[in-house]
């Protein structure tokens, strides 16, 4: 087990805290604004701490809490017993309730959010990776796909993504 | 955010700052522990109640059978045949359900699989447990009802099963229907749904990998 000090708990307080951003993205992604999105949140925490005592520092601490969180998400999905989401983004963002104090930043988090959430499982995995800099190796080697097939994805998403979003503007 | 670079840039500048992250004190984290493992003992004691129990019911009361009408030999005979045809599938149910668990907890020593493969391991398990449920359900229910409506004609109804053929006919179909119902409801929320959830990636999976 890696370890920076001598409490346990402590030492993966301190992990987890440095990187909670990650399980916040993870969640967001999967299951934003969805009644399960805080017993997703506990789930993958309760993961990580389960898996902590495996973690070797082989590779970044970022790396291993995407694999687990990313795992822990998809698995989650197999208990909801509708399919997959596939409303359009223009209906959803008319739907936006406008509240007074929002900002056009919150607004267009949201709308990203909304436009991702129209991907696959996988897909959304892929596009969070991609967005938090990870290489096509890491990728790749997180999701359980080829290099190639990360990259062509990526092509489709992009398109995808930026199509979803130009219509909502 | 038109292009898809300007889309990533938006992300990097903003991602971190979208949600009030607060950070997990050590008193959250033990009471997500806490709910956790108190949740995973909950499903496994749902498990149990819902297999095993039965079972034990059903061995109760053939076993109480046999020895009350110990020398009745049709009795004696068809509570021995119940007891016989539970047996097996009692072990192969706590076998399938011990590797059901096991699923679910972490392998210290076993690297940690990536998305693809733990969405193939995940259904290979479940569609593992669910065929031999199946075809366990499949030849259990009607032998296990047959026996049922023999007992309890022999014991209940002048004449027994022999001198009622239509009723237990109509007695046996019931049954079977709902045990069918209940068995139909049961798979389709703990492993049809589920199944379809895993089917849909692995789907995806195959249909970009082409």
């Not at chain 1, 949140?41 to 687990?68: C, H, N, V």
């Not at chain 2, 011990?98 to 679910?104: D, E, F, G, N, Y």
């Not at chain 2, 290979?124 to 447990?129: E, I, T, Y």
Request: aromatic share 14%.
């Amino acid at each position: 087990m890696y370890m920076i000090n001598g409490d346990y708990k402590e030492d993966f307080l301190q992990h987890i805290n440095s990187n909670t951003g990650i399980i916040h993205r993870v969640c967001n992604i999967y299951f934003n604004g969805s009644p399960e999105r805080e017993d997703v949140f506990q789930e993958i925490l309760y993961q990580l701490w389960k898996s902590y005592p495996a973690f070797k520092g082989a590779s970044r601490f970022s790396t291993w809490m995407y694999r687990i969180a990313l795992n822990t998400a998809i698995t989650y999905i197999k208990k909801r017993n509708r399919t997959p989401h596939k409303e359009e983004l223009n209906e959803t963002y008319h739907q936006l309730p406008e509240s007074a104090g929002e900002d056009h930043q919150e607004i267009n988090m949201r709308l990203l959010y909304t436009a991702i959430d129209t991907l696959s499982p996988i897909d959304k995995a892929i596009v969070l990776l991609y967005l938090e800099d990870y290489s096509y190796e890491e990728i790749a080697l997180i999701t359980g796909l080829t290099k190639t097939n990360i990259s062509v994805r990526l092509v489709r998403i992009k398109r995808k993504l930026e199509q979803q979003l130009k219509n909502s503007i | 955010m038109e292009s898809f670079e300007n889309i990533k840039k938006y992300w990097e500048k903003n991602a971190g700052e979208e949600v009030g992250f607060i950070p997990v004190s050590r008193q959250s984290l033990e009471e997500v522990i806490r709910k956790k493992i108190s949740k995973e003992q909950k499903i496994v004691i749902e498990y149990f109640w819902a297999s095993f129990v039965f079972q034990v019911a059903t061995y109760a009361f053939l076993s109480h059978l046999f020895i009350k009408y110990w020398g009745n030999n049709f009795i004696m005979f068809w509570s021995v045949a119940g007891i016989i045809l539970y047996v097996p599938f009692t072990f192969m149910l706590l076998h399938k359900i011990k590797s059901m668990k096991m699923m679910t907890s972490v392998k210290l020593n076993s690297p940690l699989p990536d998305i693809v493969n733990n969405v193939k391991n995940q259904h290979r398990v479940l569609f593992s447990f669910f065929r031999f449920k199946r075809n366990f359900e499949l030849f259990l229910i009607p032998a296990s009802c047959f026996i049922f409506i023999l007992l309890v004609f022999k014991l209940y109804v002048p004449g027994g099963a022999e001198a009622n053929l239509a009723g237990c006919i109509v007695s046996y179909i019931i049954l079977v229907s709902i045990f069918c119902l209940a068995v139909y409801a049961e798979n389709k929320k703990r492993f049809k749904g589920p199944l379809r959830q895993l089917e849909l990636i692995l789907e995806d999976v195959e249909k970009n990998n082409g």
